[in-house]
């Protein structure tokens, strides 16, 4: 826990005190201050804020001398990625007040409770994987925030990015159409990807720019899940696993970046691209037959993409010294190390769907485990959390259904 700290200069006293001289006075305040080595502060709160953005804000909190030694957040960028809350996890359980959310940090497993105002007059639009939210209001202005910092970052209105013929829409706007699953920051740490799936468009912008860049796309009914990784966006298509190139001067392009190798059918498969842990992989969603009774008509198999090499490795564990379990949503996942959870509440090397997937509540698939194919029944099938891992699962739910 981090303590309040004394003024590093408090005045010296001009009465003797317990029977000490003036002189006795200041030099014990001397040794204090010798004691009190501030010299290296400056270098633990970059250490500090290299970890994560939340102890970083408590470490400024500490104190007066404490915030003067470190950098005001405030006075960089929205982009700065220093500043990000990339381990944070917007959790969707209810609280008592309608602007409060809870944040779960994935690599910790500690829980926070966050005010954000904007809410009460803005759409969440979505979660980049820098832990920003795109927030949208009145219909129109997009607006990029900082749920830890507050930072708020303005950029394009919405009416610069879809074509004329659609403005129409943005006055009876419904949510559903402008879900923006594959937003974030690009690797040039000045552009952000805003991506409409339903609509197939991607628009380009950086802060101060008056409209967006447009370029449309086709996934041909494959990408239910677009991702932004490492800066570049993803999606699939028939051709394989499909990367967005941005580079300076030229017309931003998309580029096979991985084959598929492997026959997919849009109607009875799917393929969902989820970042875990810092690797990218493929899902591969598909109905098969039924084996015996606790096999489910879903197979998931799951590829880790080699952007070296454009090939698709088949993986059956997600890695970790004591295994990591994939929270996978139709819009949204990550994943989580096994220790920082109570024993026995996750599994490893396991997927749990979130409640957007029919499989979970048609057929009862809670849990599906990589290496045998053995699937859990959910705790529950309504949208409440009852358990650790109802609780995650709502965390990447979109459908309020």
């Not at 500043?83 to 690599?107: D, G, I, K, M, Q």
């Not at 991506?195 to 370029?215: E, Q, S, T, V, Y």
């Not at 009852?386 to 609780?391: A, G, H, Q, Y």
Request: glycine fraction near 6%; aromatic fraction near 8%.
């Amino acid at each position: 826990m981090l303590r309040p700290c004394l003024s590093l200069d408090p005045a010296a006293p001009k009465l003797l005190l317990g029977g000490k001289t003036l002189a006795d006075q200041q030099q014990q305040q001397q040794l204090v201050r010798q004691k009190r080595d501030w010299s290296n502060l400056g270098l633990i709160a970059e250490r500090v804020l290299a970890f994560d953005v939340a102890d970083y804000l408590r470490f400024r909190a500490v104190c007066r001398p404490w915030r003067h030694c470190s950098t005001e957040p405030h006075t960089h960028g929205g982009l700065d990625r220093r500043f990000h809350p990339w381990r944070w996890v917007l959790l969707r359980e209810p609280l008592a007040a309608p602007n409060r959310r809870c944040f779960l940090n994935s690599f910790t497993g500690e829980f926070i409770q966050v005010d954000l105002p904007e809410l009460l007059d803005h759409e969440l639009l979505a979660v980049t994987p820098e832990g920003l939210l795109v927030l949208l209001h009145d219909h129109n202005h997009v607006r990029l925030l900082n749920p830890l910092t507050r930072h708020v970052t303005e950029l394009p209105p919405l009416t610069t990015l879809l074509p004329s013929k659609d403005h129409v829409m943005l006055s009876y706007f419904n949510i559903d159409d402008f879900l923006a699953t594959g937003s974030g920051i690009a690797s040039d740490d000045s552009t952000v990807v805003l991506c409409f799936n339903r609509f197939r468009i991607l628009g380009m912008a950086k802060p101060g720019d008056d409209h967006w860049i447009l370029l449309k796309y086709n996934h041909d009914g494959f990408t239910h899940t677009p991702l932004m990784f490492a800066g570049r966006f993803y999606y699939v298509k028939v051709k394989g696993v499909m990367a967005l190139q941005i580079c300076p001067n030229q017309p931003p392009r998309l580029e096979v970046a991985a084959k598929l190798n492997m026959h997919v059918s849009p109607i009875s498969e799917g393929l969902h691209l989820v970042n875990s842990c810092g690797d990218l992989m493929l899902i591969h969603r598909q109905i098969v037959p039924f084996t015996s009774p606790d096999k489910s008509r879903y197979q998931y198999d799951m590829y880790r993409v080699n952007l070296d090499t454009g090939t698709l490795l088949p993986v059956k564990s997600l890695g970790g010294s004591a295994g990591r379990a994939m929270f996978w949503g139709m819009h949204c996942s990550f994943s989580v190390p096994l220790e920082v959870f109570p024993s026995g509440s996750i599994s490893a090397d396991t997927i749990y769907p979130s409640f957007d997937f029919t499989e979970r509540s048609l057929l009862k698939v809670g849990a599906y485990h990589l290496l045998d194919g053995h699937i859990e029944r959910p705790s529950g099938l309504l949208q409440r959390p009852n358990t650790l891992v109802d609780c995650l699962s709502l965390s990447n739910t979109v459908d309020d259904e």
